[in-house]
């Protein structure tokens, strides 16, 4: 018999992240669980360095409840009690959002319930970068730094931490989508100011990068 929780994995598969695409960002739907990350199997992490590439043509293909999940978790997951991620972050404060767009909306990245958090109904993909690709890719992950929480730094010292949080961040996507046979590439292309006033990011907030992710175009 399904649990309630992979019930809901099920149904997030099933409907490729649609169910809360009606919610305003006024008013948030409750998260929706992601099924739990595997964490293990994957390549040996020489064979995913070997095929480490970006790659710039995209299927539309949705990806997976359970490569979403494993992605995340990759990408910025919890991997320790103490609840610290599995990319290093800045004097151990948690300044770095991830926000997943796609073509249902975007959602922000949860971390210590490993949940998906509704944002937008919008689908915003096309204003996630500068290239063609972002608009149709199922999956562009944008970065978003909290600079309120980066205090005793210069003003642009926290474009910097938060970038070199972010670096972390994206080559664990890029070493997870190499060891998955998914196709990614990591993107400073993109009109962060723009992205920001679209996402209705409040002031001190930024976007540092946006990262997509999806099937190779065949
Ligand atoms: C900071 C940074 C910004 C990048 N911005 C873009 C970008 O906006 N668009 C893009 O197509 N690739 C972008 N890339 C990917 C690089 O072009 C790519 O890593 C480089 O050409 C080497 O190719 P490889 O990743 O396949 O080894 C960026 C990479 C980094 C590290």
């Not at 299927?59 to 990759?74: C, F, G, H, K, Y």
């Not at 919008?122 to 608009?135: P, S």
């Not at 005793?152 to 890029?174: H, M």
């Amino acid at each position: 018999m399904m649990t309630r929780r992979q019930a809901q994995a099920g149904m997030l598969a099933g409907v490729a992240l649609a169910a809360p695409a009606s919610v305003a960002l006024a008013q948030p739907a409750a998260p929706v669980p992601l099924p739990p990350a595997r964490g293990e199997g994957g390549q040996p992490l020489t064979a995913a360095l070997k095929l480490r590439r970006s790659t710039r043509a995209y299927s539309e293909r949705p990806l997976p409840a359970q490569v979403l999940s494993d992605l995340l978790w990759a990408a910025f997951g919890v991997n320790r009690p103490s609840g610290d991620r599995t990319a290093p972050y800045w004097r151990h404060v948690m300044v770095m959002d991830i926000y997943v767009a796609t073509a249902d909306g975007v959602w922000l990245y949860e971390p210590k319930t490993h949940a998906l958090l509704p944002y937008m109904k919008d689908d915003i993909r096309a204003a996630t970068g500068l290239q063609d690709f972002v608009a149709t890719a199922p999956l562009n992950l944008v970065y978003v730094a909290h600079g309120e929480r980066m205090t005793d730094v210069f003003a642009e010292d926290r474009n910097l931490y938060a970038c070199v949080d972010t670096g972390f961040i994206g080559q664990n996507v890029y070493l997870f989508c190499a060891s998955e046979g998914l196709a990614t590439v990591f993107r400073g292309s993109v009109d962060g100011a723009k992205l920001a006033a679209t996402m209705k990011l409040p002031d001190q907030q930024f976007v540092t990068f946006a990262q997509t992710v999806g099937y190779p175009r065949s």
